[in-house]
């Protein structure tokens, strides 16, 4: 997969997309449908994904609480393995957002992409304040030379299925209800950073990441499926996990701690992708660290019977 960050200077080998346009947070089951309508309408043509970087939430609540399901990096990963072929990240900037709806169809999807085809979904709005939406994108389609498909909200049960919906069952403690929406498990992706050791100490040494930025699901202790990306010890393995703020220890920032199964080894500074499977149990503060030892030898004897039923 290419990447092309600059819709001002997109080399002639990657234009003629047939893409799907969005933020693609969480690159969930309605994206991956509207991905597959962006492969099927042009199959002579490279299967493209248009997105924004930052997120246009972002970029106009640059205050507002965390909400990304994943990193730009996660999300390049998720789309490679759908078989996208032009990941188009365009920057978004004040620039950018002053664009009217027809300005950004020209110059954006026109002049900058070279689009021959796009794929939208039926709630999707461009343009200063949002004031196109997907007929205006298809009217405009028609004059400037590109073919433009309208895809249907999709649906699980009553519920449409939205990045929304998924922040709201992670909030919840309910990764598996995730999982069904995004038709892959919820995972937190990145390096492993330097910790205070303390799980080593304990007799649970824990693989350390931040989550700054991304939405926080329910704090508390997590059955898990971990993919090492890199190193040495690359592979899958199954673990516990602890997300939160560990009050046993003080004022700290949320961050995830995993503990790998039966492994020994050095991870620090690489990259771990921790699917959330089940939700054991909250957060907690205990009368001791043996207290605290022995609700850990719980978790990872519970975690295990979880992950062997899968």
């Not at 995004?182 to 931040?210: C, D, K, Q, Y």
Request: glycine content about 12%; proline content about 6%.
């Amino acid at each position: 997969m290419r990447i092309c960050r600059d819709h001002r200077d997109v080399p002639p080998e990657d234009r003629g997309a047939s893409a799907a346009i969005g933020n693609f947070d969480g690159v969930h089951r309605g994206h991956q449908a509207v991905i597959g309508l962006a492969r099927d309408a042009c199959p002579d043509a490279p299967l493209g994904v248009v997105t924004f970087e930052p997120h246009p939430r972002q970029f106009f609540q640059p205050d507002a609480a965390p909400f990304r399901l994943m990193g730009r990096g996660a999300r390049a990963s998720r789309l490679e393995k759908l078989g996208v072929e032009r990941l188009y990240e365009v920057g978004f900037d004040a620039d950018l957002a002053s664009l009217s709806p027809r300005e950004f169809a020209a110059r954006v999807l026109r002049d900058g992409l070279g689009l021959r085809h796009a794929v939208v979904g039926g709630d999707f709005r461009f343009g200063k304040g949002r004031a196109g939406d997907a007929e205006a994108l298809t009217a405009f389609g028609a004059e400037m030379g590109f073919v433009v498909t309208v895809a249907p909200l999709l649906h699980e049960g009553e519920k449409q299925v939205s990045s929304t919906a998924i922040r709201t069952a992670l909030s919840e403690g309910r990764p598996g209800d995730a999982a069904d929406l995004l038709g892959h498990w919820h995972r937190i992706e990145g390096p492993v950073l330097g910790g205070e050791r303390r799980g080593r100490e304990l007799g649970f040494p824990t693989a350390n990441m931040s989550i700054d930025g991304l939405h926080p699901p329910r704090f508390g202790v997590y059955a898990v499926l971990v993919d090492v990306r890199d190193g040495p010890h690359a592979g899958r393995y199954h673990g516990a996990a602890s997300v939160g703020v560990r009050p046993m220890f003080g004022e700290n920032l949320p961050n995830i701690e995993t503990y790998l199964f039966d492994f020994s080894g050095d991870l620090y500074g690489a990259t771990l992708s921790v699917a959330l499977v089940e939700f054991l149990r909250p957060e907690a503060r205990f009368d001791g660290l043996d207290a605290l030892v022995a609700q850990m030898d719980a978790d990872c004897a519970r975690a295990r019977a979880v992950l062997e039923a899968l």
